[in-house]
């Protein structure tokens, strides 16, 4: 059974980094056919996609967050991780780590989620 769970510091203060780490366990981020995905959730926008990385290590970002975000690997660890700067107060959400399966066309697996608040 596969499963991630996301982990970071849960309050963030504006213009900083804010960094997640999703840990995986039961199976490989290098295996074939799978994505790892970072989404967040707001009660004003709803589920938003914020990018992925692939199992070969490609990355793939939202047009409106590319600027800002850098989805990296530790393969030794099995995690992944984003970092997301310049954060202001919109960006407070929970975060979300999920895989992506091509051949099923779906997200299969979703961490719990984490809330991270950006604020002063």
């Known amino acids: 059974q596969v499963q991630l769970q996301e982990s970071g510091p849960g309050l963030v203060k504006p213009s900083q980094t804010l960094s997640l780490t999703c840990t995986v366990s039961g199976g490989s981020i290098t295996a074939d056919s799978y994505y790892w995905a970072w989404i967040r959730q707001t009660p004003e926008k709803g589920l938003e996609w914020i990018g992925y990385m692939g199992f070969l290590g490609s990355t793939n970002y939202s047009p409106s967050l590319k600027n800002r975000t850098s989805i990296s690997r530790d393969t030794t660890e099995n995690r992944f991780t984003l970092q997301l700067t310049s954060v202001t107060p919109e960006d407070t959400a929970v975060y979300y780590c999920?895989?992506?399966?091509?051949?099923?066309?779906?997200?299969?697996?979703w961490g719990q989620g984490t809330q991270v608040t950006v604020s002063s």
């Open positions: 999920a895989r992506y399966k091509g051949d099923y066309e779906a997200y299969d697996t």
